[in-house]
C-alpha cells in the first residue's frame, strides 16, 4: 500500500475511533435497512395512492360535469331526472373527501407547522367549493361548483402523482452501499472453511477471499498475495498490491490470487460503514431547500384566503345578500386557485427532464437542476471523471535497433496473456487495437511484485518494474511526468523498451475546463491519488487548484471549506469514496460510467460521463429557470389583476366576474403556463 495511503487510511481509523457509533452492529444493519426499506416502501404506497385517486375520481368527475347546470348551460344541453342532484351531491362528496383527503390532510399539517402553503389553499379552495355548493343545491341562491371542485382535485392529483414519481428512487443510496459488502465471508477454523454471515465476523477471525470476490472486512492480509481494486472506495486509480502485512479495506475487490485477512473491525465500524454515515449525515443535512413555488404559493394561499374572507365581509356587511357575498368570496378563492402556480414548476420540470435525459443527463434532483445556474464552483474527482478511469498504454519506446516498438508490444502481451493484472489487461487491449498477432508463451513465471517472464519462441522476455529493471539489467532511466506506470520490455537480459500506462484525459475534459472558466467558474481537482498524477492533470488542463491525496471524509471537509468559503460547491465523481462528497455538495454530479452509489447519491447523472455535459448542464439550468420565473411571474401576474376584478372592484360600472368566469380565467392561466413550458429549448 502506497504510504500516503497507509497514513491517510490511519487517519481515517482514528477518526472512527473518535466517532460515537459504536452501536452492536445487528442493530445498526436492521436500523439501516429498515430506515430504507420502509422509506422506499413509503414512497411507491404514497404514489399508488395517489394514482388510484386520480382514476377514482377520473371516473367520477365525467357524471358530476354532465350533470351540472353550468357544463349543460355551456354545451347547450338541458336535461334532468328525479334525484339528479341527489347523485351530484353523493358523487361529488366523495370526490371531495376521497379524492380531496391527502389536500386536506395536507392543510392540517401545514396549519399545524405554522406553514401554510399549496395544500392550505388547495384544501380551502375544495372546501368552499364543496361548502357552497352544498348551501346552494340546498336552497341558496346561485349555481353550484360541483364540477369546478371535481376537476381541481382531479388536476392537483395528477400533478402530484407526477411529480413524486419523478423524484422516486432519490433515498436509495444507502441500501447500495450496504450492498457493496458481501453478505457471506469464508472463515477459516482450524482446516475448515466455512460460510459465515458478514456480520458475524469479529476481529481477529481470519478470512480467505478468492480471486474476483469482494473483500468481506477491513483487516491485515496474513497469508498470500493479490493485486486490489480499491478504486471504488479509495479513488486510486491503479489497482494496489497487497501482501502480507498491508491493510485492506471491506469492499474492495480482489484481482487473480487468492489470500488470508485477519479481520480488525467488526462490519458497524468498517470503513465502508463510516463512508455509509457521512453519506446519510450530509444528506440529513441538506435537505430542506425549500421550492421557489411552494414560497409563491404560500403567499397566494395568504392573500387569497385573506381577500377571499375580505371581499365576503365588505360585501355582506355593505349589504349585498349572503348569496352574493358568498359567490364574490368563492370567486375570489377560485380564481386565485393554484393550478397555474402549481403546474407552473412542475410543467417546466417535466419538459426540461424530458429534453435532458434525450441528450444524457439524467437528472434525479429537481431543486439540484433548478440550482446548477448558481454553481461558481466546480470539484472535479479525477478517476473516471476528468480520465477514462482505464489503464491503456500511452507511449512505448524502443531502445533496440532490431524491434520495433510494435514488436516490443507483441511480445509483452504475449508475456501478459495468461495474467489478470490491469498492466496486463492494458498491453492486451493496445496490441488487440493494433491488430497485432500475439505468439504463444511457454515456461511464464511471474516474479512476485517485480513482472513476469516467459519463453516466446526463442527469445526469454521479461516484462519488468523499473525499479527491477534497472538493479538486474542496467536499464536506462525514463524520465516521464509522473502520470503513468513504467513497464520495461526484456529480451534475452537486455532492456529492449519500455511501455508506459496510464489513466488517460478524456478528450473532452480541456475544452470542458476551459468553457467553465468562461463562464466564470473556479475548477478544483479533489482526488484519492498521488499528489505526482494529481498535479500533472491539473496543469495540463489548467485547473485553479489541485487536492490529492484526500479520503472520502476529508473530500467531505474539503466541499464544506469550499461552502465556509461562501461558495455554491457542484462535485462531480464517479466512485463510492465520492459518494459522501457528493451529498454534501450543494449539487452533486455523478458520471455514468461510475459506480452506482455515485450515481444515486447525485442529484444529476451524467449518462456519457462527457465532462462538456456539465457546461450544457449549467446552460440548460439557467434556461429552465428563467422559464419557472417567466411562469411564476404570469401566475402570481395574473392573479394580481383577476383578484380584485372576482372581489367586485369594478362592480358599479357593471363589471362582475361570475365563479364560471372566473374558473375559465384560471384553466386559461393554466394553459398559459403549458404552452410556455412546451417552448423550452437545450
Known sequence: MDPHHDHAHHQMNGHKEQSTLHMDHAEHHDHHDMGNMHAGHDHSSMINDYKKRFYVVLVLTVPVMLLSKMIQHWLGLSFSFPGDQS???????????????????????????????????????????????????????????????ATLILIMLLGHWIEMSAVAGAGRELELLVKLMPAEAHLIKGDVVREVPTDSLQPGDIILVKPGEKIAADGIVSEGASYINES????????????????????????NSAFQVKVTHNSADSYLSQVIKLVNDAQQAKSGTQLLADKAARWLTVIAIGAGILTFLVWWLTGSSLAFAMERMVTVIVICCPHALGLAVPLVVARSTTIAAQHGLLIKDRTAFENSRKIDTLVF??????????????AMESFDSNYSKEQLLMLAAAV????????????????????????????????????????????????????????????????????????????????AGYLLLSDELRPESAGAVQQLRQEGITTVLLTGDNKKVADAVGQKL???????????????????????EGRYVAMTGDGINDAPALAQANIGIAVGSGSDIAA????????????????????????????????????????????????????????????????????VSTVVVAINAKLLKL
Open 542 to 564: 489548467q485547473l485553479d487548484k489541485v487536492v490529492a491525496e484526500v479520503l472520502p471524509h476529508e473530500k467531505l471537509e474539503q466541499i464544506k471549506t469550499l461552502q465556509q
Open 87 to 149: 347523485i351530484l351531491l353523493g358523487l361529488s362528496t366523495i370526490i371531495y373527501f376521497y379524492g380531496g383527503w391527502p389536500f386536506l390532510t395536507g392543510a392540517s399539517h401545514e396549519l399545524k407547522a405554522r406553514n401554510p402553503g399549496m395544500m392550505t389553499l388547495v384544501g380551502f379552495a375544495i372546501t368552499v367549493a364543496y361548502v357552497y355548493s352544498v348551501a346552494v343545491l340546498f336552497g341558496l341562491q346561485g349555481m353550484d361548483f360541483f364540477w369546478e371542485l
Open 232 to 255: 471504488m472506495l479509495t479513488g486510486e486509480s491503479r489497482p494496489v498490491q497487497k501482501s502480507a502485512g498491508d491493510k485492506v479495506i471491506a469492499g474492495a475487490i480482489n484481482g
Open 416 to 495: 501478459e496473456q495468461q495474467s489478470e493484472h490491469p498492466i496486463a489487461t492494458g498491453i492486451l487491449t493496445k496490441a488487440s487495437e493494433l491488430q497485432l498477432q500475439v505468439p504463444a508463451a511457454s515456461d511464464v513465471q511471474a516474479l512476485a511484485g517485480n513482472g513476469i517472464q516467459a519463453k516466446v519462441g526463442n527469445d526469454t522476455v521479461l516484462v519488468a518494474s523499473p525499479v527491477y529493471a534497472r538493479e538486474h539489467f542496467r536499464a536506462p532511466v525514463v524520465n516521464i511526468d509522473g502520470t503513468g506506470t513504467l513497464s520495461y520490455v526484456v529480451i534475452n537480459d537486455k532492456p
Open 381 to 394: 474527482d479525477k478517476t473516471g471523471t476528468l480520465t477514462v478511469g482505464k489503464f491503456e498504454v500511452t
Open 600 to 667: 444515486e447519491t447525485a442529484g444529476i447523472v451524467l449518462v456519457n460521463s462527457n465532462p462538456a455535459d456539465i457546461v450544457s448542464l449549467i446552460k440548460f439550468g439557467k434556461a429552465t429557470y428563467r422559464k419557472m420565473m417567466q411562469n411564476l411571474a404570469w401566475a402570481t401576474g395574473y392573479n394580481l389583476i383577476a383578484m380584485p376584478l372576482a372581489a367586485g372592484i369594478l362592480a358599479p360600472w357593471g363589471v362582475i366576474l361570475s365563479p364560471a368566469i372566473g374558473a375559465v380565467l384560471m384553466t
